[in-house]
């Protein structure tokens, strides 16, 4: 028995499956519109993004430029909503705060070069502080607006160490143990007060400084930043101590 297709039949397959075709060709396109839709969307959330981290980034350089040009003053960087000269629509803001927690808790297992049984420095928990031969440490009590203790007490064991004392006497030579940071008076961060301490006895030594009691010693500084755009805010932190081991 033969099927015998007509023209008519043969024209309605043919408009059949051209409509199958450009509805298939219509879901593809939507597809892809779709796609690249969702691409453009990520793409400015990512711009909006990255420069609301370059205005945190830029408070942050503007921030630091002022402390070490300006003094480090407490009292004087706290700025919120500052506009961004560079981009329009971007601000920044930024606070500074004291620092006063120890960069690491000591362990006889796994020694640090400086470290505190706690996290805050006092006189309960002394900053302990390990130089090998030749190495100094200096610490600098040089912002204004914190609170500092009256003196602080540097004490180890054995010879061979000198701690030069500048505040205003300036002070240098061989010391014994214990030695009180500054020798008279009491620590005043407008006279530039700092001392070091200079391993020369040929081992390794470890120092203690304990803060006379009644407030905890001020490590540094904390600077936090946040720089926003459109609906994006981004937050950058650096901290800056008041020691370095050299």
């Known amino acids: 028995m033969k099927t015998c297709f007509n023209k008519s039949n043969q024209e309605g ?3 059949l499956l051209t409509i199958v075709v450009l509805a298939a060709i219509l879901g593809l396109a939507v597809s892809v519109s ?3 839709m969702r691409v453009i969307q990520s793409n400015r959330s990512i711009g909006v993004s990255e420069i609301a981290f370059y205005a945190a980034e830029a408070a942050a350089e503007l921030v630091v430029y002022d ?3 300006n003094g480090k003053r407490l009292d004087i960087i706290d700025v919120v909503d500052e506009p961004l000269d560079t981009i329009s629509g971007a ?3 930024s606070g500074v705060s004291v620092q006063t927690t120890v960069p690491s808790i000591c362990s006889s297992s796994k020694p640090k070069v400086v470290c505190g049984d706690s996290s805050t420095v006092t006189s309960a928990n002394p900053l302990s502080v390990t ?3 030749g190495q100094t440490f200096q610490f600098d009590f040089d912002l204004i607006g914190a609170v500092y203790p009256n003196t602080v007490q540097i004490s180890w064991s054995g010879g061979g160490t000198r701690v030069d004392i500048m505040d205003g006497s300036d002070l240098s030579a061989e010391t014994s143990s214990p030695v009180t940071f500054p020798p008279t008076g009491t620590i005043n961060p407008n006279d530039g007060d700092r001392f ?3 391993n020369s006895s040929g081992s390794e030594i470890t120092y203690t400084i ?3 009691s009644g407030q905890a010693l001020p490590l540094g500084i904390k600077i936090t930043t946040k720089g926003r755009f459109s609906e994006s805010e981004r937050i950058v932190e650096l901290t800056r101590p008041s020691w370095i081991i050299y």
């Open 210 to 212: 304990t803060p006379s």
């Open 13 to 15: 397959i043919a408009l």
């Open 131 to 133: 130089l090998q031969d």
């Open 91 to 93: 601000t920044w803001s």
């Open 67 to 69: 402390i070490e040009v």
């Open 196 to 198: 070091r301490i200079v």
């Open 34 to 36: 779709t796609v690249v």
